[in-house]
């Protein structure tokens, strides 16, 4: 499908767009205390110092690659959060970047930050395989 003129495209009204923005902000806080505490946690165990056992050091070495990987993780969804508060003040916030159609409003509710459809994430999945 063909990208539609800009009077075509599918949009939520003003009004719809902006009663998302409580809670992706809601999701901004929690994100930037949690990716905050993450962070810590990860800088204490690698001042810790650990024992000698080499063991040990292995099970520390996937503690903090593992804690690293879900402050990755954090830092993609924060991101999007914002890129999302940035579409609402664009006004393109809830059309999908993929079909240019209206993202489901039961979609939104689960995962406020999307910028695409079902169909559109699954099909961008699928490339990536």
Do not use: W
Not at 26 to 45: D, F, Q, S, T
Not at 105 to 127: G, I, M
């Amino acid at each position: 499908m063909g990208p539609l003129h800009d009077s075509a495209m599918a949009r939520l009204t003003k009004a719809q767009q902006k009663k998302y923005q409580p809670t992706l902000l809601r999701i901004l806080r929690n994100l930037g205390v949690k990716l905050e505490r993450m962070e810590e946690a990860v800088l204490l165990a690698q001042t810790d110092g650990g024992g000698d056992d080499g063991e040990d050091l292995g099970a520390e070495g996937y503690s903090r690659d593992f804690q690293l990987g879900l402050i990755e993780n954090e830092d993609v969804i924060l991101r999007s959060v914002r890129a999302a508060l940035q579409r609402i003040e664009l006004g393109t916030f809830g059309t999908c970047d993929g079909c240019e159609e209206l993202i489901p409003p039961r979609r939104l509710e689960v995962v406020p930050y999307t910028r695409f459809c079902v169909e559109c994430k699954q099909e961008a999945e699928n490339a990536g395989d």
